[in-house]
């Protein structure tokens, strides 16, 4: 199935599932007979199938993967999918940031592509809004932070973390600078900055660390 965008002429930022439906009926039988069962079962919650080459996570060393793209990109559920493959390669400490604590909620962890949506049910994590965590089926726990509080940042630690938005965050670099001190844990700790491209000295400097992945994307790759 990775040959299918080239074997249709798609460019290179449709997705394995965009290429798919613009297969004839006969192309797309065929191509169902070299998947498996357990394939077919699960091709819906599969975001290699399902992504966009630049919504995969880049490979390298890098520390920080900044996504900046219009609104419909997809960043939100790019997220979302990425947390799901830390925790499933084993990260048991990640910080969820947003501009305020009802982005988190409603956008980042509970959203239409939000982190919930990302896992199948059987493997659904569980959300305690009141203690602001989600728990994972490997046992791996997500804290729920505000940007709006940057002070609650400092002091927990983590070894990954989702950013949102960070070029709305009120108190933008206080809680960037907080967030950074307890970014510490595990042999390879990683970072997901996903946000509306704004020229903000923040996004400039974290743009400028030479541990960062840029990448940048248009409303209008997701248009299919």
């Given amino acids: 199935m990775g040959s299918l965008k080239s074997a249709v002429g798609l460019p290179q930022t449709f997705s394995k599932a965009e290429a798919f439906a613009l ?14 069962e357990d394939q077919l079962l ?8 399902n992504a966009r080459e630049n919504q995969i996570i880049p490979p390298g060393s890098w ?7 219009g ?15 830390w925790v499933d390669k084993g990260y048991q400490r990640i910080h969820l940031v947003g501009a305020t604590a ?3 909620r409603d956008v980042m962890v509970q959203g239409e592509s ?17 203690k602001r965590l989600v ?37 933008g670099q206080d809680a960037w600078d907080n967030l950074l001190f307890g970014f510490r844990l595990g042999n390879d700790p990683r970072g997901v900055i996903t946000t509306t491209p704004k020229p903000i000295k923040l996004l ?18 997701n248009r299919a």
């Fill in 23 to 36: 297969l004839s009926a006969e192309e797309r039988q065929e191509a169902y007979r070299g998947l498996s």
């Fill in 42 to 49: 699960n091709v819906a919650y599969d975001w290699s199938w």
């Fill in 63 to 69: 520390t920080y993967w900044l996504i900046q793209g």
């Fill in 71 to 85: 609104r419909g990109f997809g960043k939100t559920r790019t997220g979302g999918e990425t947390v799901r493959k």
């Fill in 102 to 104: 009802s982005d988190v």
């Fill in 114 to 130: 939000g982190l919930l949506s990302c896992f199948p049910p059987a493997l659904r994590p569980i959300y305690e809004p009141s």
């Fill in 135 to 171: 728990t994972f089926h490997t046992g791996a726990v997500a804290y729920m932070f505000s940007a709006d509080e940057p002070e609650r940042l400092r002091g927990p630690q983590c070894e990954a973390f989702w950013a949102d938005e960070i070029a709305s965050w009120r108190f």
């Fill in 204 to 221: 400039k400097d974290i743009i400028a660390d030479p541990h960062t992945h840029v990448t940048r994307a248009s409303s209008y790759e």
